[in-house]
């Protein structure tokens, strides 16, 4: 009976543990993802061109696929071209 108890308190504990983890790096992702929106220049994972983080379609990218740079050239050598649009 004793042991019973202690298999479901361990249980519980790893099952605790587990949800905390998950937790924290979903909110890691998040903070990465909100870091990238205030990055100058921003891309879709999706997609290969790069725009001006205040271009309209740059605001179109949804959080999940952003991927933000400091510089142009950080962009190019990642193997963007410039959007037609906002012309970076
Ligand atoms: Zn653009």
Known sequence: MRN???VVVLALCFALS?????CKSE???TATEAAARTKP???S???EPFHKSTC?????????NL?????????????R????????
């Open 4 to 6: 019973r108890i202690l």
């Open 27 to 29: 909110s890691a992702a």
């Open 45 to 47: 994972v999706m997609r």
């Open 18 to 22: 587990a949800m905390l983890v998950s």
């Open 67 to 79: 991927v933000g740079y400091d510089t142009k050239a950080q962009a190019v050598d990642d193997g």
């Open 56 to 64: 309209k379609w740059a605001k179109k990218i949804h959080t999940d």
């Open 41 to 43: 220049y921003v891309g």
């Open 81 to 88: 071209r410039p959007c037609k649009v906002c012309n970076p």
